[in-house]
C-alpha cells in the first residue's frame, strides 16, 4: 500500500511540473515556445504515451474481476504475484490489494512510455535540426515508432489476461457462480 501511495504521490508531482512546464510555454503566442517545453508538450498529449498503461489496467482488472467468483468458490490462484505466499497455486491475495498491484503495474508500465515517447521526441528533435528540409518525413517516422511501440506493448501487457478472463467468464458460466 505504501508502494502504491508513493507512486501516485510521484506521478502527481511529475504532472504537476510538466503541467508548469506546458502550460505557460502555450500561452505566449509571440515567442515560440521552448524546445524542452515542446517536447513535454508532445508527450503529454501524444495518446501513445497512455494507451499501453490504460489497456493493461483493463485487461488485468477484467482478469482479476472474472477471477473473483473462483476465489470465493475455494480455488487457488496461479499466478503467483497475486497469491499471499508468492507461490503459484496458493491463495489468493485480497481483492483491494490486487487492485493496487495492477495499478501499481499500470503507472510502471505509464512510465515504460513516458521514457519511449521523450526519447522519440529527442531523436526527433535531433533529426528535424540535421534535416530540416525532411520534416514531414522524420515527424511521420517518429509517429510511426510510437504507434509501433504502444501496439506491441499493449499486446504483451494485455492479450493473456483478455483471454483468460473470457475463459474465466465462460467457465463460471458453465459452473453456474455468477
Known amino acids: 500500500m505504501l508502494r502504491v501511495a508513493a507512486l ?6 511529475a ?3 510538466i503541467t508548469g512546464i506546458v ?21 503529454v498529449l501524444d495518446p ?10 483493463d485487461a488485468t482488472m477484467r482478469d482479476w474481476n472474472t477471477s473473483q467468483p473462483f476465489f470465493r468458490h475455494g480455488y487457488m490462484e496461479r499466478n503467483e504475484r497475486f497469491t499471499l505466499t508468492g507461490r503459484p497455486n496458493d491463495l489468493p491475495i485480497s481483492y483491494g490489494a490486487g487492485r493496487n498491484r495492477i495499478l501499481t503495474d499500470a503507472l510502471l508500465n505509464l512510465q515504460m512510455s513516458v521514457v519511449n515517447n521523450v526519447a522519440d521526441q529527442l531523436f526527433e528533435r535531433m533529426l528535424l535540426t540535421r534535416f530540416p528540409e525532411h520534416r514531414k518525413l522524420v515527424r511521420t517516422l517518429g509517429w510511426v515508432e510510437r ?25 463460471a458460466q458453465q459452473m453456474g457462480f455468477k
Open 48 to 57: 501513445t504515451t497512455y494507451a499501453p498503461a490504460v489497456i493493461a489496467y
Open 147 to 171: 504507434i509501433s511501440f504502444g501496439t506491441y506493448m499493449s499486446y504483451q501487457l494485455s492479450a493473456q489476461h483478455y483471454r483468460q478472463a473470457t475463459a474465466n467468464e465462460l467457465r
Open 23 to 43: 502550460v505557460p510555454s502555450s500561452a505566449s503566442a509571440q515567442e515560440p515556445p521552448s524546445p524542452l517545453g515542446d517536447m513535454v508538450k508532445r508527450v
Open 15 to 17: 504532472f504537476a511540473g
Open 8 to 13: 501516485r504521490s510521484t506521478f502527481a508531482i
